[in-house]
């Protein structure tokens, strides 16, 4: 299993862009790397997933370097709602390794943004 | 649409009482994934099914625990004997498929406190 290392916490201010770090020093060929978002009392939402390089949707970017050992969430401009914990999930493919599909998350890294 | 639902959203029980803690998946998902999220805890897979059959269970942390899918979509998770450290939050979810690319759609969980 690919473990995952995040912080734990961050602080922030409304407006300022934030940069979430991961390692998976172990990740897999076959891994994908994803990222969560998590508010209290609710399920994990989907944020955006990665491959390899460089990742943008709507809401983040995600860059993930070269040897994939760690991946970067980015959030431009966060707000007061973006205070949450972010979850860095990396994950086995089940057809390639015959193995199930095995999902480790990390300890989450809680977000903080004050105005 | 209708997302992921769970049930009961809050179960109280006793040392040693039985429980059973159901997932209703996005209709036409083919793979549902169970996790329990302790307090101030990372997500931690239990096991994953795929259609009906469960390829990998072993995230379950002890024999105490069991899960089944029938015809493709519910799923129930059953904890016997319950234990205090068994408190946590229980999330499922779902995916279109198995691998791990796809997106997978949480529910808001289920909060088991063991007294």
Not at chain 1, 36 to 53: A, H, W
Request: overall charge neutral; glycine content about 10%; hydrophobic content about 30%.
């Amino acid at each position: 299993l690919a473990k995952t290392t995040q912080p734990i916490s961050m602080d922030s201010y409304e407006g300022q862009e934030v940069n979430i770090t991961c390692s998976h020093n172990n990740i897999a060929t076959n891994d994908y790397i994803t990222w969560y978002q998590q508010f209290p009392s609710q399920g994990p939402r989907f944020i955006i997933q990665g491959y390899k390089t460089k990742v943008t949707n709507e809401v983040a970017s995600l860059f993930i370097p070269a040897d994939r050992k760690s991946s970067t969430l980015s959030l431009p401009r966060v707000s007061l709602s973006d205070t949450a914990v972010y979850y860095c999930l990396v994950g086995d493919s089940y057809i390639l390794t015959g193995g199930g599909n095995k999902l480790t998350f990390g300890t989450g890294t809680q977000l903080k943004v004050e105005l | 649409g209708a997302g992921v639902s769970q049930s009961p959203s809050n179960k109280v029980t006793e040392k040693g009482k039985d429980v059973e803690l159901r997932c209703d998946p996005i209709s036409g998902h083919t793979a549902l994934y169970w996790y329990r999220q302790s307090l101030g805890q990372g997500l931690e897979f239990l096991i994953y099914f795929q259609g009906n059959s469960a390829p990998d269970k072993s995230g379950l942390p002890s024999d105490r625990f069991s899960a089944e899918r029938t015809g493709g979509s519910v799923s129930t998770l059953t904890i016997q004997r319950t234990q205090q450290e068994d408190s946590a939050v229980y999330l499922c979810a779902s995916g279109r498929d198995r691998l791990s690319t796809d997106t997978q759609y949480f529910g808001p969980g289920t909060r088991l406190t063991v007294l």
